[in-house]
């Protein structure tokens, strides 16, 4: 009986970590608003635990900014029919994502990517969600 309380608790602690070190998006980023951003793709960082988009685009005072849009792991991409060669440097993309709590601080979350030049598009079928 004790080992099989000690594995249950071991268990637990082991499916706990995963949680634990993931962080909550909504600590970080404003999820109660949007931002649009029209600009070019200047990096693609395809990683895990989550890949970025870095464009340069426009701020609410129509400065060049460069930002940071966080973006989902690989494997999540993949799973989308996104690939590492999917977006190129130089592209025209617009981006919708919540922007960082922090005022001035250029990053933002992903919610929809756009590229109108062929249509190519993230964010609006069922599945496509940063988590």
Same mark, same amino acid.
């Given at each position: 009986?004790?080992?099989v309380l000690l594995l249950v608790i071991a268990a637990a602690l082991v499916a706990s970590t995963g949680v634990y070190a993931h962080h909550s998006y909504a600590a970080t980023y404003d999820v109660g608003k949007q931002v649009r @951003?029209? %600009?070019? @793709?200047?990096?693609?960082?395809?990683r895990n635990p989550h890949s970025f988009v870095h464009i340069v685009a426009p701020d609410e005072k129509g400065v060049?900014?460069?930002w940071a849009v966080e973006w989902n792991a690989? #494997?999540? @991409?993949?799973?989308?029919?996104?690939?590492?060669?999917?977006? #190129?440097? $130089?592209?025209?993309?617009?981006?919708?994502?919540?922007p960082s709590r922090v005022p001035g601080e250029y990053r933002a979350v992903m919610v929809t990517l756009k590229r109108p030049a062929d249509?190519?598009?993230? $964010? %609006?079928?069922?599945?496509?969600?940063?988590?």
């Open positions: 009986m004790r080992r @951003l029209e %600009g070019k @793709l200047v990096q693609l960082v395809y060049p900014q460069r690989t #494997k999540q @991409l993949d799973s989308a029919g996104v690939k590492r060669e999917s977006l #190129k440097v $130089g592209d025209e993309v617009i981006v919708v994502g919540h249509g190519f598009t993230w $964010g %609006g079928r069922a599945g496509e969600v940063v988590e």
